[in-house]
């Protein structure tokens, strides 16, 4: 059982929907993130967040809009999304940001799969 | 750009071989390499990391890095069904900052019983 619960694990929404995800760890960490999945592409970071505040937005469409209300939960709110971004929206945390390495590894979700109609 | 490229796959192994991933990385600055394993629909776990040039053992799992190559490879000894699945392998450019993990696509391997 993974530390870090995303909710829902699938969702479909029209391009013209407004819906969110969430994330939730209760592992402690300071740093969460939002990465997105897609076929045959690399992990791509989203969006980090340290300490509840942005720390980097990776040249991400507005949208997608992230939400960092304590170290514990994270959010991505959705609209007017395209069939492109149809994807897995993995989210992780880690203990510190800055010490990406064995002693602070990611910790992933199990990932929100979501389908653009 | 910094890239970290790795063969998709499927890499087709028997059970009880040894299963070779290989990945090549683009930023010669790099310092810390990582290998995760993430099983059809779950997510993505850490298995190896390395930091120095040469091998590192655990278990079945033997980390290969080589940095004047810039290629880091994992061998997972005696493969078992059960290793089937998608491995990621990530570099962290810098050792200190605020420097997220790049991630190859990854190679999804398939040991057959």
């Known amino acids: 059982e993974t530390g870090v619960t995303q909710t829902p694990r699938h969702l479909v929404m029209g391009m013209t929907n407004k819906k969110s995800l969430k994330c939730e760890q209760h592992?402690?960490?300071?740093?969460m993130y939002w990465y997105k999945q897609s076929a045959k592409k690399p992990l791509e970071l989203m969006f980090v967040y340290n300490f509840k505040e942005q720390t980097e937005n990776n040249s991400v469409p507005s949208r997608f809009s992230p939400e960092c209300p304590n170290s514990s939960h994270l959010f991505l709110h959705l609209h007017t999304l395209q069939p492109e971004d149809s994807a897995l929206y993995l989210c992780?945390?880690?203990?510190?940001?800055?010490?990406?390495?064995?002693?602070?590894?990611?910790?992933f979700g199990n990932g929100t799969r979501l389908t653009v109609t | 750009q910094k890239e970290v490229e790795q063969n998709s796959g499927p890499l087709s192994v028997p059970e009880g071989a040894i299963a070779s991933l290989n990945c090549t990385y683009s930023?010669?600055?790099?310092?810390?390499f990582f290998w995760y394993r993430q099983y059809s629909g779950k997510s993505p776990e850490l298995i190896m990391f390395?930091?120095?040039?040469g091998d590192k053992e655990d278990g079945r799992f033997t980390a290969q890095l080589n940095k004047a190559s810039q290629y880091v490879s994992l061998l997972i000894r005696d493969s078992q069904p059960s290793d089937s699945a998608t491995y990621l392998c990530?570099?962290?450019?810098?050792?200190?900052?605020?420097?997220?993990?790049?991630f190859g696509k990854g190679t999804r391997l398939s040991v057959i019983a």
């Open positions: 930023d010669r600055g790099s310092q810390s």
């Open positions: 592992l402690g960490h300071n740093a």
């Open positions: 992780a945390s880690s203990q510190d940001l800055q010490i990406q390495g064995y002693n602070s590894p990611l910790h």
């Open positions: 990530a570099v962290n450019p810098r050792n200190s900052g605020n420097t997220p993990l790049v």
């Open positions: 390395i930091y120095s040039n």
